[in-house]
T-cell receptor, first 112, second 117 residues
Framework: QKEVEQDPGPLSVPEGAIVSLNCTYS??????FMWYRQYSRKGPELLMY????GNKEDGRFTAQVDKSSKYISLFIRDSQPSDSATYLC????????????FGPGTSLSVIP | GAVVSQHPSWVICKSGTSVKIECRSL??????MFWYRQFPKQSLMLMAT?????????EQGVEKDKFLINHASLTLSTLTVTSAHPEDSSFYIC?????????????FGPGTRLLVL
């Protein structure tokens, strides 16, 4: 079993839809959870950062962490064509970046 | 956000040749830089952690003699793929760790696509 699992998609939604992206993990020691957006042929950029369980909202983006279920989610409201990208979840048991484990990413297309 | 650049953005080379990839932090000093490799539809895999002025720390399974890393200054790290083979074809991404008040943040470069023929 991989440490971090993520449905690779592709996921295709109409503009304006609510998008739900998810990751599951197996290591109960993970405490730091991140979502990155990666456009084609570009490096990842950090979207959301959450520590431990709970919700965090930033504009149209909401990150949820359920440590009891080892499940994290990213919700995108009022999705836009510019949201079309690959979304990577990442997590770590410590604040050291060399210990971050990335999911394989979910490819999202928002159709105008 | 801070800017990290990589050069070249893509490179095609013949099998057996060496390729150097540069990673620069343009507007901050990165005492630590990271090198990743990403195969299509797969996770970012950390290859090595590079600290300015010292030897890089390689992840298990990454050959240090094949992937030479130099971090000569606070704004530049280089990755040299020596004697490249087709299986080394991948997307190589660096990141710089920037200290901020109350914590640190990691900024990724745009990546370098390597194709070995």
């Amino acid at each position: 079993q991989k440490e971090v699992e993520q449905d690779p998609g592709p996921l295709s939604v109409p503009e304006g839809a609510i998008v739900s992206l998810n990751c599951t993990y197996s290591n109960s020691a993970f405490q730091y959870f991140m979502w990155y957006r990666q456009y084609s042929r570009k490096g990842p950029e950090l979207l959301m950062y959450t520590y431990s369980s709970g919700n965090k909202e930033d504009g149209r983006f909401t990150a949820q962490v359920d440590k009891s279920s080892k499940y994290i989610s990213l919700f995108i409201r009022d999705s836009q064509p510019s949201d079309s990208a690959t979304y990577l979840c990442a997590m770590s048991a410590s604040t050291s970046y060399d210990k971050v484990i990335f999911g394989p990413g979910t490819s999202l297309s928002v159709i105008p | 956000g801070a800017v990290v650049s990589q050069h070249p953005s893509w490179v095609i080379c013949k099998s057996g040749t060496s390729v150097k990839i540069e990673c620069r932090s343009l507007d901050f000093q990165a005492t630590t830089m990271f090198w990743y490799r990403q195969f299509p539809k797969q996770s970012l895999m950390l290859m090595a952690t590079s600290n300015e002025g010292s030897k890089a720390t390689y992840e298990q399974g990454v050959e240090k003699d094949k992937f030479l890393i130099n971090h000569a200054s606070l704004t530049l790290s280089t990755l040299t793929v020596t004697s490249a083979h087709p299986e080394d074809s991948s997307f190589y991404i660096c990141s710089g760790q920037r200290p901020l008040a109350g914590g640190e943040t990691q900024y990724f470069g745009p990546g370098t696509r390597l194709l070995v023929l």
